[in-house]
Antibody, heavy 121, light 111 residues
Framework: QLQLQESGPGLVKPSETLSLTCTVS??????????WAWIRQPPGKGLEWIGT???????YYNPSLKSRVTMSVDTSKNQFSLNLSSVTAADTAVYYC?????????????WGLGTLVTVSP | QSVLTQPPSVSGAPGQRVTISCTGS?????????VHWYQHLPGTAPKLLIY???NRPSGVPDRFSGSKSGTSASLAITGLQAEDEADYYC???????????FGGGTKLTVL
C-alpha cells in the first residue's frame, strides 16, 4: 500500500521560504505515468493545486504561485520537495503531498495526511 | 474564488438522496476534461470517491455516483448515512492554467 508522509517546519516567518518534503513508501517515485503533487487547503477554504513534478524532474506549477514555487524530486530517497518563497499569512494552510495519474485530468489516488504550516512572526 | 463552482452546503435526512453540482467552463469541464470527486473528513486525507466522471474506486459503495454534461458535473449520494457527513470536492484539469483545478467544496450535513 502506497503511503505518503509530509515533513517540515510547522511555523515559518513572513518573507521566508517554506520548505516541505514528502517521503513515499510502499512504491517507487519513479513509476511511469504517475506524477507527484503538492496541494494545500487554507483554513476554512477549499483545495488549491500548487504544482506537480514527474520523476524526471519535469515540473508544472499553478500560474498564481509560479513565481514563488520550486519543486524537485530525489529518486534515490524516494522523496519530492516543495519550496515556497516570500511567504505571507495567506500561505498558512494544510499542505498535502499526493500522487496523480498523468492522464484523464489528473485524478489524485493517494494523499498524505497533510501538515499544517503557519506563517507568523 | 475557485475555478469550479460548487454549492457551499447541502443537507438531507438519512435514507434520502442528495446531489452536489460542479460547474466549470469551456477551458475545463466543457473542453472535455474528466471530473473527479473527493470525500474529505476533517483531520484526514481526502479520499478519491469518483474518477473520470462516473467510475468508483474499489471499496466505494454504489450509493455514490457521478455524471457529467456540458460544462457541469454532479455527484449523487443515495441512501444517505450519517457517515457520509463530510466535505466533497470536484476536480478537473484546466487548459488555461495547464494544471488541476478544484471546486470550493460542499459540506454535506446529514440531518
Amino acid at each position: 500500500q502506497l503511503q505518503l508522509q509530509e515533513s517540515g517546519p510547522g511555523l515559518v516567518k513572513p518573507s521566508e521560504t517554506l520548505s516541505l518534503t514528502c517521503t513515499v513508501s510502499g512504491g517507487s517515485i519513479s513509476s511511469s505515468n504517475y506524477y507527484w503533487a503538492w496541494i494545500r487547503q487554507p483554513p476554512g477554504k477549499g483545495l488549491e493545486w500548487i504544482g506537480t513534478v514527474y520523476y524526471t524532474g519535469t515540473t508544472y506549477y499553478n500560474p498564481s504561485l509560479k513565481s514563488r514555487v520550486t519543486m524537485s524530486v530525489d529518486t534515490s530517497k524516494n522523496q519530492f520537495s516543495l519550496n515556497l518563497s516570500s511567504v505571507t499569512a495567506a500561505d498558512t494552510a494544510v499542505y498535502y503531498c499526493a500522487r496523480h495519474r498523468g492522464s484523464n485530468s489528473w485524478p489524485v489516488d493517494y494523499w498524505g495526511l497533510g501538515t499544517l504550516v503557519t506563517v507568523s512572526p | 474564488q475557485s475555478v469550479l463552482t460548487q454549492p457551499p452546503s447541502v443537507s438531507g435526512a438519512p435514507g434520502q438522496r442528495v446531489t452536489i453540482s460542479c460547474t466549470g467552463s469551456t477551458s475545463n469541464i466543457g473542453a472535455g476534461y474528466d471530473v473527479h470527486w473527493y470525500q474529505h473528513l476533517p483531520g484526514t486525507a481526502p479520499k478519491l470517491l469518483i474518477y473520470t466522471n462516473i467510475n468508483r474506486p474499489s471499496g466505494v459503495p454504489d450509493r455514490f455516483s457521478g455524471s457529467k454534461s456540458g460544462t457541469s458535473a454532479s455527484l449523487a449520494i443515495t441512501g444517505l448515512q450519517a457517515e457520509d457527513e463530510a466535505d466533497y470536492y470536484c476536480q478537473s484539469y484546466d487548459s488555461g492554467l495547464s494544471g488541476a483545478v478544484f471546486g470550493g467544496g460542499t459540506k454535506l450535513t446529514v440531518l
